[in-house]
């Protein structure tokens, strides 16, 4: 059966808004941003394993969260795209559960450490910084991200019907 635009748009918003809120709550305890950083709502990044409209929704949620939570221009635009490029390969991974979390953490690992070392000037060195965000992200997007996907897959049926 044919997933409706209202549906699709119902469910991008949704995640965008779990991401946001999500980014917030790490946000409030310090774990947002930085060379160090712990964002609990990359975690959804998993999602696109179940339902193609959390692509989409979760570059808004990035996007959003971002914007919200004072990052520099540069860190809105790349980091959002650093989620979107993360997301995509998440949904082209998506028959490989273990596969799957890898393209987040690649894209953050990539792009995030170039835009906190230039546009908000930290000290450490660019490999430093690679390895600091990508530890964030193996656990934020491997290790949350698979008890995400575990989690979800028991009643992936009953929450995202037969055609994901």
Same mark, same amino acid.
């Given at each position: !059966?044919?997933?409706?635009?209202?549906?699709?748009?119902?469910?991008?918003?949704?995640?965008?808004?779990?991401?946001?809120?999500?980014?917030?709550?790490?946000? #409030? %305890?310090? %774990? #947002?941003?930085?060379?160090?950083?712990?964002?609990?709502?990359?975690?959804?990044?998993?999602?696109?394993? @179940?339902?193609?409209?959390?692509?989409? *929704?979760?570059?808004?949620?990035?996007?959003?969260?971002?914007?919200?939570?004072?990052?520099?221009?540069?860190?809105?635009?790349? *980091?959002?795209?650093?989620?979107?490029?993360?997301?995509?390969?998440?949904?082209?991974?998506?028959?490989?559960?273990?596969?799957?979390? @890898?393209?987040?953490?690649?894209?953050?690992?990539?792009?995030?450490?170039?835009?906190?070392?230039?546009?908000? *000037? %930290?000290? #450490?060195?660019?490999?430093?910084? !690679?390895?600091?965000?990508?530890?964030?992200?193996?656990?934020?997007?491997?290790?949350? *991200?698979?008890?995400?996907?575990?989690?979800?897959?028991?009643?992936?049926?009953?929450?995202?019907?037969?055609?994901?």
């Amino acid at each position: !059966m044919k997933q409706s635009k209202t549906t699709f748009l119902a469910q991008s918003g949704l995640i965008a808004a779990l991401y946001v809120a999500l980014t917030w709550l790490a946000n #409030a %305890l310090g %774990l #947002a941003s930085g060379d160090i950083q712990l964002r609990f709502s990359e975690a959804l990044t998993i999602l696109p394993c @179940f339902l193609p409209a959390a692509v989409p *929704g979760l570059f808004v949620g990035c996007l959003l969260a971002n914007l919200l939570t004072g990052a520099v221009i540069w860190d809105v635009i790349f *980091g959002s795209l650093a989620t979107l490029i993360g997301a995509v390969g998440t949904r082209l991974l998506r028959k490989n559960r273990w596969l799957a979390c @890898f393209p987040p953490i690649l894209s953050n690992i990539l792009i995030v450490p170039w835009v906190l070392k230039y546009a908000y *000037g %930290l000290p #450490a060195g660019i490999f430093w910084i !690679m390895l600091t965000v990508g530890i964030g992200e193996v656990l934020s997007c491997g290790l949350l *991200g698979q008890l995400t996907y575990s989690a979800l897959d028991r009643r992936r049926n009953a929450l995202f019907g037969h055609n994901n």
